[in-house]
């Protein structure tokens, strides 16, 4: 098998549908490994330390928000791509919140998939010629992909990390959200401005500075005063 680009965990209990997704992250270059179990994949997780996990909401046993939940608390901030049978808000916004880094609703093309998973993916990529950012007492650290407030860690999932990277880069700007969506999720074709709002409360609450991130109504998001 090619595994060129990393081992990406399918959470799935649909033989069927996992079967396709296997078959189209192998042909893109990555190595696959599935599980169709709650507790068995929290286990396989913590053995294998895949590249990225697509997480289906509705597993048997753990489900998978509970699977996200136990890995965030112990620190593992592998991306997290969940994928579910409804079509619910509430689903979608407590996945983010959770630490998840992106979502797609049953059915959807394995193509799309695959493509979300390189973008979050893409996501987490060091900038090794990137040099550290600040804004007030928040420093952004793209080489090692570190974020801390008055000196205080900060663990963010790689899309909050990108979001806040992309923020801090142009701090005097403020960015639309469909902005935003194309440059940090790459698929505004696909996602809401729901999930940029989501990710900026997100973000705001683990920086502990809810001005860190300031709001201009009617157009979008920009890096505020953090002091």
């Known amino acids: 098998m ?17 079967d396709v997704q296997r078959r189209y992250f192998a042909d893109a270059g990555y190595g696959v490994h599935v599980e169709r179990e709650g ?8 053995e294998l330390r895949p590249v990225a996990i697509v997480l289906d909401i509705g597993i048997p046993g753990m489900d998978g928000l509970t699977l996200c939940r136990m890995l965030r608390s112990e ?6 791509v969940f994928v579910t049978a409804r079509d619910d808000e509430v689903d979608r916004i407590l996945g983010i919140e959770l630490g998840g880094d992106d979502y797609l609703t049953k059915p959807f093309s394995p193509r799309e998939l695959v493509a979300r998973v390189g973008g979050v993916l893409r996501r987490t990529e060091r900038r090794s010629d990137a040099p550290p950012l600040r804004v007030g007492d928040v420093a952004l650290d793209e080489q ?12 963010l999932t790689a899309t909050e990390f990108a979001l806040l990277a992309h923020l801090m880069r142009e701090p005097a700007r403020v960015f639309s ?4 969506l194309s440059a940090v999720w790459g698929t505004a074709a696909y996602a809401g401005t729901r999930t940029v709002d989501v990710h900026v409360a997100q973000v705001r609450a683990k920086l502990g500075r809810m001005d860190a ?12 005063d953090s002091r």
């Open 2 to 18: 090619d595994a060129r680009r990393g081992l990406v965990m399918l959470v799935e209990d649909e033989p069927a549908i996992a």
């Open 39 to 46: 507790t068995a994949a929290l286990r396989r997780i913590r």
């Open 75 to 80: 620190g593992d901030w592998t991306p997290i």
């Open 144 to 155: 090692r992909h570190t974020v801390e407030v008055a000196g205080a860690p900060v663990d």
């Open 177 to 180: 959200r469909e902005h935003l």
């Open 213 to 224: 991130i300031r709001t201009v109504r009617g157009v979008g998001y920009g890096m505020g």
